[in-house]
């Protein structure tokens, strides 16, 4: 029977530092930042919807409401 391999997302964002050898212009280099940091944003919404989930599946919920004939 075959494993099965656990999900998993692999990111690699190079440093700025490696994106200034490959001789980029600077207009080319500020927009690899910008959208380096619209990646990230876009992850950490990710991650926080996955955690409110998470959250909501733990959350203790309220017992049943009890009818009490009260005479």
Same mark, same amino acid.
């Given at each position: 029977?075959? =494993?099965?391999? !656990? +999900?998993?997302? *692999? $990111?690699?964002?190079?440093?700025?530092?490696? %994106?200034? @050898? /490959?001789?980029? !212009?600077?207009?080319?280099? #500020?927009?690899? /930042? #910008?959208? +380096?940091?619209?990646? /990230? %944003?876009?992850? *950490?919404?990710? $991650?926080? @919807?996955? &955690? =409110?989930?998470?959250? +909501?599946?733990?959350? +203790?919920?309220?017992?049943?409401?009890?009818? &009490?004939? &009260? =005479?």
């Amino acid at each position: 029977m075959a =494993e099965d391999k !656990p +999900k998993e997302i *692999r $990111i690699t964002i190079p440093l700025p530092d490696e %994106l200034l @050898s /490959l001789g980029l !212009p600077a207009p080319a280099f #500020q927009h690899l /930042l #910008q959208a +380096k940091k619209e990646t /990230l %944003l876009a992850l *950490r919404s990710l $991650i926080d @919807s996955r &955690i =409110e989930a998470l959250e +909501k599946k733990t959350a +203790k919920k309220p017992e049943a409401k009890k009818k &009490i004939k &009260i =005479e």
